[in-house]
Antibody
Framework: EVQLVESGGGLIQPGGSLRLSCAVS????????VTWVRQAPGKGLEWVAV???????YYADSVKGRFTISRDNSKNTVYLQMNRLSAEDTAVYYC???????????????WGQGTLVTVSS | QSALTQPPSVSGAPGQRVTISCTGS?????????VHWYQQLPGTAPKLLIY???NRPSGVPDRFSGSKSGTSASLAITGLQAEDEADYYC???????????FGGGTKLTVL
């Protein structure tokens, strides 16, 4: 059974840093794609970042230079390091498996439950 | 502003058919990238509803269907049920951004 479990969210002051974790079971992060998607309160979904099985990483313009996606293959876990946080980063952050098995571009077939990040003084 | 454009809301009575549009551009849907659809019930994570333009994952009722033409895609829901009341999002890939893009979401209300 595929499961993704996020952790690490919380209240952080503007300008601060936070690292989110996405613990995966049921597939191997080093052989697949894992993505982060966020949802601000009352707003829609926003793609944040992806890490490919080969290690390549890509980011939304809104987080480029501030966020870093990485993984620990031994722990089968993907991370999102978030620096220089602002109020606009307040959101529920979801990690999801991105599959390319059925499409020429990935879709997100398994999602975690999300972790809330609140940036406020 | 989202990369893909959806109507903010649609509504329909039980048993009726509704459609939700998703309009993109020449760098995403128009470039031939597939469109996927998600259903998000209140307080829950999104769920994959349609992948690859018009395919349903196992367990999704055949009341849900997708289509695509040019730079736009649509999600159709027939035989509306109260449990279909949710937010719906389209998603594709943007070659200029080198990343996935979502629509702004559409809230479906079952009257």
């Amino acid at each position: 059974e595929v499961q993704l479990v996020e952790s690490g969210g919380g209240l952080i002051q503007p300008g601060g840093s936070l690292r989110l974790s996405c613990a995966v079971s049921g597939f191997t992060v080093s052989s697949d794609y894992v993505t982060w998607v966020r949802q601000a309160p009352g707003k829609g979904l926003e793609w944040v970042a992806v890490i490919y099985y080969a290690g390549s990483t890509y980011y939304a313009d809104s987080v480029k230079g501030r966020f870093t996606i990485s993984r620990d293959n031994s722990k089968n876990t993907v991370y999102l390091q978030m620096n220089r946080l602002s109020a606009e980063d307040t959101a529920v952050y979801y990690c999801a498996r991105e599959t390319h098995d059925y499409s020429n571009n990935g879709c997100f077939d398994y999602w975690g439950q999300g972790t809330l990040v609140t940036v406020s003084s | 502003q989202s990369a893909l454009t959806q109507p903010p809301s649609v509504s329909g009575a039980p048993g009726q058919r509704v459609t939700i549009s998703c309009t993109g551009s020449s760098s995403d849907i128009g470039a031939g990238y597939d469109v996927h659809w998600y259903q998000q019930l209140p307080g829950t994570a999104p769920k994959l509803l349609i992948y690859g333009d018009n395919n349903r994952p196992s367990g999704v009722p055949d009341r849900f269907s997708g289509s695509k033409s040019g730079t736009s895609a649509s999600l159709a829901i027939t035989g509306l049920q109260a449990e279909d009341e949710a937010d719906y999002y389209c998603q594709s890939y943007d070659s200029s951004l080198r990343g996935s893009v979502f629509g702004g979401g559409t809230k479906l209300t079952v009257l």
